[in-house]
Protein backbone atom coordinates (compact mmCIF):
# COMPACT_ATOMS: atom_id res chain seq x y z
CA UNK A 1 0.00 0.00 0.00
CA UNK A 2 1.03 3.33 -0.96
CA UNK A 3 0.46 6.73 1.24
CA UNK A 4 1.72 10.27 0.54
CA UNK A 5 1.91 12.79 2.81
CA UNK A 6 1.19 16.02 0.71
CA UNK A 7 0.23 19.54 1.52
CA UNK A 8 -3.08 20.97 -0.48
CA UNK A 9 -4.36 24.20 -1.32
CA UNK A 10 -8.07 23.86 -1.57
CA UNK A 11 -8.88 26.32 -4.79
CA UNK A 12 -11.29 29.17 -3.42
CA UNK A 13 -15.50 29.10 -4.32
CA UNK A 14 -14.25 31.08 -7.18
CA UNK A 15 -12.38 28.77 -8.48
CA UNK A 16 -14.11 25.33 -7.67
CA UNK A 17 -17.24 26.20 -7.17
CA UNK A 18 -17.54 24.59 -4.20
CA UNK A 19 -18.52 26.47 -0.67
CA UNK A 20 -19.07 23.67 1.36
CA UNK A 21 -15.90 22.23 3.40
CA UNK A 22 -14.51 18.83 2.26
CA UNK A 23 -14.52 16.23 5.33
CA UNK A 24 -11.77 13.81 6.23
CA UNK A 25 -12.41 10.08 4.96
CA UNK A 26 -13.68 12.29 1.84
CA UNK A 27 -12.65 10.67 -1.68
CA UNK A 28 -11.20 12.05 -4.37
CA UNK A 29 -9.24 11.73 -7.33
CA UNK A 30 -5.20 12.15 -7.48
CA UNK A 31 -4.84 13.58 -10.74
CA UNK A 32 -1.41 13.62 -12.26
CA UNK A 33 -0.86 14.54 -16.11
CA UNK A 34 -3.24 12.32 -17.52
CA UNK A 35 -3.31 9.54 -14.65
CA UNK A 36 -6.17 9.99 -12.63
CA UNK A 37 -6.36 7.33 -9.15
CA UNK A 38 -9.14 7.07 -6.79
CA UNK A 39 -7.97 7.78 -3.23
CA UNK A 40 -8.95 8.96 0.51
CA UNK A 41 -8.42 11.71 2.13
CA UNK A 42 -6.81 12.12 5.71
CA UNK A 43 -6.40 15.47 7.34
CA UNK A 44 -3.21 15.75 9.97
CA UNK A 45 -5.08 18.42 11.91
CA UNK A 46 -8.67 19.24 11.16
CA UNK A 47 -11.76 17.07 10.37
CA UNK A 48 -12.15 19.35 7.65
CA UNK A 49 -10.89 21.78 4.77
CA UNK A 50 -13.04 25.02 3.56
CA UNK A 51 -12.30 25.98 -0.20
CA UNK A 52 -9.42 28.66 0.08
CA UNK A 53 -7.84 26.71 3.01
CA UNK A 54 -4.37 25.19 2.90
CA UNK A 55 -3.64 22.19 5.05
CA UNK A 56 -1.32 18.91 4.93
CA UNK A 57 -3.22 15.51 4.68
CA UNK A 58 -2.07 12.30 3.87
CA UNK A 59 -3.31 10.20 0.63
CA UNK A 60 -4.37 6.68 0.38
CA UNK A 61 -5.12 5.41 -2.91
CA UNK A 62 -8.52 3.32 -3.51
CA UNK A 63 -6.51 1.12 -6.50
CA UNK A 64 -3.36 -0.05 -8.14
CA UNK A 65 -0.78 2.14 -8.76
CA UNK A 66 0.21 2.40 -12.57
CA UNK A 67 3.95 1.75 -13.54
CA UNK A 68 4.38 4.43 -15.37
CA UNK A 69 3.45 6.70 -12.10
CA UNK A 70 6.91 7.25 -10.23
CA UNK A 71 5.63 8.84 -7.10
CA UNK A 72 8.12 11.07 -5.15
CA UNK A 73 8.83 13.93 -2.61
CA UNK A 74 7.97 17.32 -4.95
CA UNK A 75 5.39 16.08 -7.03
CA UNK A 76 2.70 18.78 -7.84
CA UNK A 77 -0.62 17.15 -8.71
CA UNK A 78 -4.16 18.19 -8.40
CA UNK A 79 -7.02 17.12 -6.89
CA UNK A 80 -10.48 16.65 -8.29
CA UNK A 81 -13.91 15.59 -7.88
CA UNK A 82 -16.21 14.62 -10.41
CA UNK A 83 -17.52 18.34 -11.21
CA UNK A 84 -14.49 20.25 -10.32
CA UNK A 85 -11.33 20.77 -9.60
CA UNK A 86 -10.98 20.99 -5.81
CA UNK A 87 -6.99 21.41 -4.88
CA UNK A 88 -3.46 21.74 -6.33
CA UNK A 89 -1.06 19.40 -4.23
CA UNK A 90 2.42 18.93 -3.33
CA UNK A 91 4.09 15.62 -2.25
CA UNK A 92 6.04 15.31 1.17
CA UNK A 93 6.50 12.03 1.85
CA UNK A 94 5.68 8.39 0.13
CA UNK A 95 5.46 6.01 2.74
CA UNK A 96 4.81 2.19 0.98
CA UNK A 97 3.24 -0.41 3.55
CA UNK A 98 3.64 -4.26 3.38
CA UNK A 99 0.34 -5.74 2.75
CA UNK A 100 -0.41 -7.37 5.62
CA UNK A 101 -2.75 -10.41 3.57
CA UNK A 102 -0.14 -11.64 1.20
Known amino acids: ?12 EEKSGRYTPIFEGSSAAF ?8 CQLIFE ?7 GEE ?14 LKLHMGLDFALTSPETELASGLVLKVNTFENEFG
Open 55 to 68: CRARIRFLEGMPAE
Open 1 to 12: MIELEVRLHFFP
Open 31 to 38: LYRDIRLN
Open 45 to 51: DREFAYP
